[in-house]
């Protein structure tokens, strides 16, 4: 293997990526590691789980760590898998299915049989880095648990995209994926519905937006963040109400560059996805998009 | 020796941590290094401290390298010493001891020898990275300065911890160490303190709290940031005020997992502390609790 | 090639500086990799520039990849350059500049051929990166894209630095170049200026500040963050109007130590610059001082 990747929400404060370093560097002396973030929103496993399939096919093949884990010292399953680009390694909860597929998908695996004595709290660093380390030195994965279903795997809901044909022309409908420190909005949505929706770059379309009301049936959220809409499509098609962002007219770009600063793009961002920016500026702040809204897009 | 760690308070913008890796890996080439954190709050020795020497175990044999250092510029000595575990290098003002003392304690110290020509503000580039190179390469400890007695480092007051053993039953008395990122309390109580409380998983006990009042004696702040009460021990045994958590109740439990989301809980966290965490919640900030804060537990 | 360096403005929490990292793994296996810093101010050229132009001279001979980029997806040149102490790679918008001058001058440079069908907007991972890995194992710069004349490289105007001598003495007048994380001033004035100012470690200076007026000829921002003096160099002298700090004195010094805590000092920083510093405090704060504003300092 040649690289071990952590992708956490332990933050840079405290010590605890660098023990995790520090059990990798021990068990399996010189495999590099990548530090994917150490910043995911604590408990934040959507996000977690975006960064890492987002960045895992630049990576070297390898043992991907991630530990978002607001179930730690409950019974939730420590995964190990296969798949056809490498190993992932965490808790099961849907956090590493999108870059096991990003990896070709699961091939097998196991439930990590948990070390004698180990604290309760600390599984990157007692569970989850000596499993890959375990793997990055050629230990068979059997070796590590006992085998389970892939299919009994954990996933975390699909976001919903979709393409709808009417009379006044073709309507994209996609919930935001995610936000990156630059404020840029990447929806659920793959070029192929651009292209389905029978979008080009020069045309102008109107971004409307609308956010899930907040109900009881809401799952409870995972981690110490409340996060308003991120588990609404745990419970199904849940009743929508009007989103903060008013119906705003964009064009459509290939780049950034596409328009002049301040103005708004529709653009295929550098992931594949179909992704909205402000040009020198934060289109989630002034559109006030966040995870989970959902984005409706029509030709002008 | 298999890496060289750094633990200072630099932050990640400025390039100053980065202008040790350069020096390390010029001097040192071929030396993994780790990241313990750059994050510690400025000038803050005692969370330097607690943080390096709660991590140092996990990390392979070498040599840790700390700046928190507000007095650098001034005559406080730099210290390199040798213990059972490895190495320690920095500033002589109580940052390093914990941290020596988990490798197994100070067997050998001295008074680094100042390069000539350097600035006087860098010592972490200047002094303290070279040093840990020369070290990490085989260079001996006497090369490097004149030998000082292991007894003349300085050393940041104890914490305190206690049990009472009292009518109503035994009472554990313990300041708050330090407060994680995540919000979880860690006292200065190993885990026998509970023991001799008599405490075990599923009792449940109340908790209050006290905050020292700031007084006229206190030593000054060595940093930036005004530490209310981190610095009291070092004058004694000051007057003590209601801290700004009321009486709560709570479980002693294994884990978070022990309880129900948003419940506190009593627990002996990774680092084999006595810890108050809020499952899925931020006790430190619920409580109102800062390091310095001494914590009450009895028995309900 | 025995390091590369990278310095960006794409935060931690994205995977995108990970990206980068896995791409150099992949491609130039072996060779270790510096973190400058990726917290740079979104699109801070200046500041961008100031960091890696101070850090790199402490790095080993390597090839240092910059990217503060808020021209991507616009015409900008995609730059790979020579200097006497190693390569520089990044776009073409003055980033580069000062730290191939800190190492000895730009002796060649190509503008970089842009591989076909990659996303319009990550040019750091799937531009800068790769030339990086291609001259960190070897390959010729010439390999990398058309010969540019290095004259014509884009250059951040000049700070502004001068001694003025009159009958009450002489006076020095500098813009400030950053401020770091600890609140600390460095001036565009180099170590000389303070010798021909005639000020020596001891002496008592007064120091002013005045702050360029926003004008309708400031050339806009480069990046989301609006920065309201740091471009008004590129648009010639313009009116100053009083800053935000009064008149206020303070003793040259060798080092933070050469004042009592909380008092403000003149000195040289690590860097070689004349800086204002507080001890234990934060002196930008204080004064409230910006880069770009303009300092004045005269015998007391």
Not at 45 to 61: E, N
Not at 269 to 283: K, T
């Amino acid at each position: 293997m040649s690289c071990v990747s952590l992708t956490t929400d332990y933050g840079l404060l405290d010590g605890f990526a660098a023990a995790c370093h520090g059990v990798l560097l021990r068990l399996a002396p010189g495999v590099p590691i990548v530090d994917v973030t150490h910043l995911v929103p604590r408990g934040d496993v959507r996000r977690g789980a975006a960064v890492l399939a987002s960045t895992v096919r630049h990576l070297p093949r390898g043992v991907h760590v991630a530990v978002v884990d607001p179930g730690v010292g409950t019974s939730r399953r420590a995964l190990a898998a296969r798949t056809p680009g490498g190993f992932v390694v965490g808790p099961d909860n849907g956090l590493l299915v999108p870059a096991a597929e990003a990896l070709g998908g699961l091939l097998a695996a196991v439930d990590l049989t948990m070390p004698e004595g180990i604290p309760a709290t600390f599984h990157g660093r007692d569970v989850f880095a000596p499993a890959a380390a375990a793997l990055a030195t050629g230990r068979p994965l059997d070796a590590l648990g006992e085998r389970i279903d892939p299919a009994s795997v954990v996933r975390l809901p699909e976001p919903f995209a979709r393409v709808l044909r009417g009379p006044a022309g073709s309507r994209l409908e996609a919930d935001v994926l995610t936000v990156d420190g630059f404020g840029n909005v990447a929806l659920a949505a793959a070029a192929e519905l651009l292209t389905q929706a029978g979008l080009r770059p020069g045309d102008r379309v109107r971004l409307s937006a609308e956010r899930a009301r907040p109900s009881a049936e809401r799952v409870p959220p995972t981690g110490g963040q409340t996060r308003p809409s991120g588990e609404r499509r745990a419970v199904g098609e849940p009743e929508l109400v009007p989103g903060p962002a008013g119906p705003v007219e964009l064009a459509v770009g290939v780049t950034f560059g596409s328009v002049e600063p301040g103005e708004l793009v529709l653009y295929l961002d550098s992931g594949g996805l179909v992704a909205v920016a402000r040009r020198d500026g934060d289109a989630a702040r002034s559109l006030r998009l966040v995870p989970g809204d959902r984005v409706i897009i029509t030709p002008v």
